[in-house]
Structures are given as C-alpha cells and as structure tokens.
C-alpha cells in the first residue's frame, strides 16, 4: 500500500486536500433541536474551540452539529468527525473514535478499518506534527466522553 516515496508524496497530497476541503466548508454544522449531548471541548494550547450537538435515539446518531473555530486541522477534524457520526450507531461510533486514537498514535489499524474511516485516515498525516494531534482528537475525545456519559 505505501509505495515508494512519489507514492508517499501523492497520499500527502490527497491528504492535503481532505482537510482543506473539510476546513473549508465544514459539514453537519446547524443545529440539532433537542439535542440529548450538548457539549463545549477547547484545547487552550492552540484556541481551538468546539459546541458538539447529538441526537441519539435508540442506539443511533439521528442528529449531529458540530460548530466553533480554532486551526485548519482542529476545523477539518470536526468537520470529518460531523460527517461520520451521522446516521451511525453509537457502538460504531465508540469505534472508529477508538480507531482514530490509534492512527493518531501511529498504530497499525487494519484494511477493515480504513475502510470505515474513509477521508478520515487523512488525519493520519497529522502525526508528523505532533502538536497538532491534540487538535485533530478534539472533538473526538469530547463527542467520545459525552457519549460514554449520555450511555452511563
Ligand atoms: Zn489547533
């Protein structure tokens, strides 16, 4: 899968792209009426800052906005996370979140879970900077707790 170092360069570039379209025009971003988790996440070393709605009903993610402003990656990171959710289980959920905390980390995920994860092993490219992974968790550390609580 990884290629030789043009290879490396091209996933870079995609990569690339992912996050700017995400950041650029952020999905899942109005409102959910009602919401059963409301919830505010900041990471103060970079000012990102981010209002997580979720509507559950019977196990699933019915409805899902996530809004607030902070650095490319923070903004695409949420974004990509808005988009996942939607229409999902909460187990599913709970799962790729625990994916995404091992991609970050720089473990092995398997092809099953790259397949779920989609756009989102975009991420993945944030592990060169890493001060920039408590961006990228953000939000998905914060919709995890509020779920974890929401379930309890
Ligand atoms: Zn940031």
Known sequence: MMGGMSGLNEMDELYEAIILDHYRSPRNTAAVENPDIDLEVNNPFCGDEFHIQLK?????????????RGCAISQASASLLAELVDGKSTEEVQAAVDCVRRLLKGEEISNEEADILGDIEALGGVRKFPVRIKCALLSWVGLDDGLKEHLA
């Open 56 to 68: 559950v009903d019977d196990c699933s993610i019915s409805g899902v906005s996530i809004t607030g």
